[in-house]
């Protein structure tokens, strides 16, 4: 360790193009992870009916057993198991031109997408932060905020699962000297929490009618245990207006209408990863230039 810290300092190129590497290889996991752990929370919860009420219940169609790491990644349209070789991130899909290498099915753009960003988004925390106890934590953070957001994506859900262990992850964090005061990230995550519970509710009470879900309350509080409170205006912010901008474009393509349901969830991450990395010097640029402090 000592020798290799001093090294991947003089070397910044190494530790980025590392992480890269290693950031591809964990997309791969987390694609199985957003798949799958939506199932398995709709086979437990659907366990739980049927045990408390006594009724039965129709269960998911899954192999046994069914968790993160088993069965091995296969097919969607034939099932069969991925050898390793045809597993690669991102490279497997392009050599197999995006089609199963046994029933020549396609392979949704998901997976690469997956793969890269994870790769994209871990480059860029090693290159502004360094090899540090900073970036360790914020790429962890990092990690499963991917998984989150696509989750949210697909089914509306915001895992208290990944969320909870991430929020308390922030205040521990703190705790020792992290990004912000102990203080203030007590303080932001109690903030994050109540700001959107009170439009919640201001919102139900007008209109009878819920317009998100506890979730994204819990999902800003995770950034406040993290931040501390002075970005979520920011992140609410840049949320609402990414959001509004993708909902208009998909009402003026017409695929959403005004009843339905978007999901908040991926707008406030990428706010909230925005946040993380110039928050403090967006934040700066409008008190200068705005109000002139």
Same mark, same amino acid.
Request: glycine share 12%.
């Given at each position: 360790m000592d020798y290799w810290i001093p090294l991947l300092q003089q070397q910044p190129w190494l530790f980025v193009a590392g992480t890269a590497l290693l950031g591809l290889i964990i997309g791969s996991f987390l694609n199985v992870v957003i798949h799958r752990l939506p199932l398995i929370m709709d086979r437990d919860w659907r366990q739980e009916c049927q045990e408390y009420?006594?009724?039965?219940?129709?269960?998911?169609?899954?192999?046994?057993?069914?968790?993160?790491a088993v069965p091995r990644s296969r097919c969607g349209h034939c099932q069969t198991p991925i050898p390793a070789r045809h597993n690669i991130p991102v490279l497997s899909f392009l050599l197999l031109k995006g089609r199963c290498h046994h029933c020549r099915g396609p392979i949704g753009w998901r997976y690469p997408m997956v793969e890269l960003l994870t790769g994209i988004l871990s480059a860029t925390l090693a290159w502004h932060f360094g090899p540090s106890l900073t970036f360790l934590a914020l790429w962890l953070l990092t990690l499963g905020l991917i998984a989150l957001a696509f989750i949210d994506a697909d089914t509306m859900l915001l895992p208290d699962q990944i969320t909870l262990p991430l929020l308390w992850a922030g205040l521990l964090f703190n705790l020792y000297g992290g990004l912000v005061p102990l203080e203030a990230a007590v303080i932001g995550a109690a903030f994050g929490y109540l700001s959107l519970w009170s439009v919640f509710q201001g919102f139900k009470l007008l209109t009878g009618k819920e317009g998100m879900g506890y979730g994204d309350f819990k999902l800003l509080a995770l950034f406040g245990a993290w931040l501390g409170w002075q970005p979520l205006l920011l992140i609410i912010l840049l949320s609402s207006v990414l959001g509004a901008i993708f &909902?208009?474009?998909?009402?003026?393509? #017409?695929?959403?209408?005004?009843?339905?349901?978007?999901?908040? &969830?991926?707008?406030?991450?990428?706010? #909230?990863w925005v946040a993380i990395l110039w928050g403090n010097d967006i934040i700066r640029w409008y008190l200068n230039r705005m109000l002139g402090l």
């Open positions: 009420c006594q009724q039965p219940v129709t269960m998911p169609d899954l192999p046994s057993p069914f968790n993160l &909902g208009l474009g998909q009402m003026a393509l #017409g695929k959403l209408n005004r009843d339905h349901p978007m999901p908040f &969830g991926p707008w406030i991450i990428i706010a #909230g």
